[in-house]
């Protein structure tokens, strides 16, 4: 089945349904209505409805959802039932921090690559991934990773993610402050810190 | 003016927009329309309309919408027409990867203030800032501090937030991939890499 009509807002959401249904699997419930989990996420219930709707989970009047199910269901959309192998291309203070991160795991990400150009760091195994020279890119395609994450300085972004499509990677998460330009068929998310702090002043008093 | 009723996913947008905008400017552009803005920013260009309209910003045909007024009231909007000052609690990997993000500038973010718990860390200058003392957290308050970064370990994220809280701080942008309960005044976001990295799959062939 493919899911062609799902809007880029609902997908965007769908990660933080999965993140809260994860939670709830793990406090042993079984079932959540639209309302129990808008109020987890943040998001009007008619919205979570909606969402749902777009791939046919419809939740029964009185029980609500059935949490392992749409888990399951939101996976298989996001094609995160199966698990996929992800390359790191700067090991500095923030590719550390990607490097340590614990979050990744429930997603299926496993992070099996890490690279830098800096000689004092080839070599050497950050929580468990020995650093590999950045000149080594190529190698990504035969290790069937098809997902990188940028954390280098902002002047090498654009750079390192041409050489990454070259690799045969297909989706780049790009925490560097930097547009990145790549051929359409490749799928990249810019993570700007500053624009999720640049949305706080607004609510507070 | 009061702007009760823009919905928060527009709320969301703006930071968005508003880079775009200050990009167009250093470009030395005057003028946009919304389906040049919406090429930029990756949303459609009704939602574009949509979301200014909320705020009365509409596009003249032909020419578009003047650049330099939309980035002001945009600004106005979320508050960012004024400098924030901004502290961050746990100077590790991440904090430090922080303090040397160039990108807070635009949005008129300032960092004054760096703690953490870790004696080899204190007193010492990363990137400008002297690391001080976590127990000095109470200091925020006559510093007019009023928004803070949590980049510490899992386990004291929920603490350090409740410190946050009694020193003053009224947003929080939480990096700890755990849910922090502040009272409801208090506006928190959480950034949660893995799950920028799950809305990846699903565009990739």
Redesign the interface.
Known sequence: MRYRNIP??T??R???Y??ALH?LKRQNKTTISSSGLSEIV?VNSWQVRKDFSYFGAFGKRGSGYDIDELAKQISK????HTR?R?ALVGV???G???L?????E??G?DIVAAYDSDPKKIGKKIHGITVENISELRGLRKDKI??A?IAVP?SAAQQIAEQLVKAGV????NFS?R?IQVPK?I?V?T???????????????
């Not at 340590?100 to 990744?104: H, I, L, Q, S």
Request: hydrophobic share 55%.
């Open positions: 880029s807002e997908i965007r769908l990660p933080i999965l993140r939670i943040a959309i996001l094609k995160l996929h992800v500095g203070n923030l550390s921090a990607v340590a991160y614990p979050g990744f429930p997603y990400f098809d997902l994450l902002e297909k989706g780049i998460l402050p547009h068929r799928k998310f993570i700007d810190i500053a624009m999720d702090l640049a949305r706080l002043p607004f609510y507070i008093a």
